[in-house]
């Protein structure tokens, strides 16, 4: 049987972000409160009309990469606005945490290094208010598989707890199954 088709749910990609001089120490960091995410790969086209018929060029491979968040006191939030007033390269995950590869111990990614190029808040009186900031890629994003760092799906979503203490000592962690 054929592998069987999935929708991909909107919730389920996130945004992870780290400095990249400090790759070699640090864990990338889940950007908090994410709203929404756009990420766009295109290619200009051109063609020329011959006398055989239209012949195409196509471009080199353009990313636009912008995500909109709540405003938060977060340090990852801080970093960011850091990256666009001190032109910071940064490291960028876009990650589809329901696709997993073969053997369901990483989730595919795509890679991308560059900028913050501007970050937007908005505040009405009666809402939270927002963020939105859109990254200047450098170069062409890479797609892979990658682990993620422990605790990230707890962090997206907290996880079904069973009802015995949670420190342990009972066999499994004080986790339940949930139906």
Do not use: C, H
């Not at 766009?40 to 353009?62: A, F, I, Q």
């Not at 682990?147 to 004080?174: A, C, E, H, M, W």
Request: glycine residues 8%; negative net charge; proline residues 3%.
């Amino acid at each position: 049987m054929a592998d069987e088709l999935k929708i991909l749910q909107g919730f389920e990609g996130v945004v992870m972000v780290r400095q990249l001089d400090k790759a070699k120490t640090e864990d990338a960091q889940l950007v908090p409160y994410l709203t929404s995410t756009d990420f766009e790969l295109s290619r200009d086209s051109d063609s020329t009309s011959t006398k055989s018929g239209s012949v195409s060029k196509v471009g080199s491979l353009s990313t636009d990469f912008s995500f909109e968040t709540l405003d938060s006191t977060s340090p990852v939030i801080d970093m960011l606005k850091e990256s666009l007033v001190n032109k910071t390269q940064l490291e960028f995950w876009f990650v589809k945490l329901d696709r997993l590869d073969s053997t369901g111990k990483k989730v595919l990614a795509n890679y991308m290094r560059g900028r913050v190029s501007k970050d937007s808040y908005s505040g009405d009186p009666d809402d939270n208010g927002t963020r939105e900031f859109t990254i200047a890629v450098d170069g062409e994003p890479k797609e892979g598989y990658t682990k993620i760092p422990d605790g990230l799906r707890d962090q997206v979503n907290y996880i079904f707890q069973g009802l015995l203490k949670n420190d342990g000592t009972n066999g499994d962690n004080g986790v339940g199954a949930a139906d």
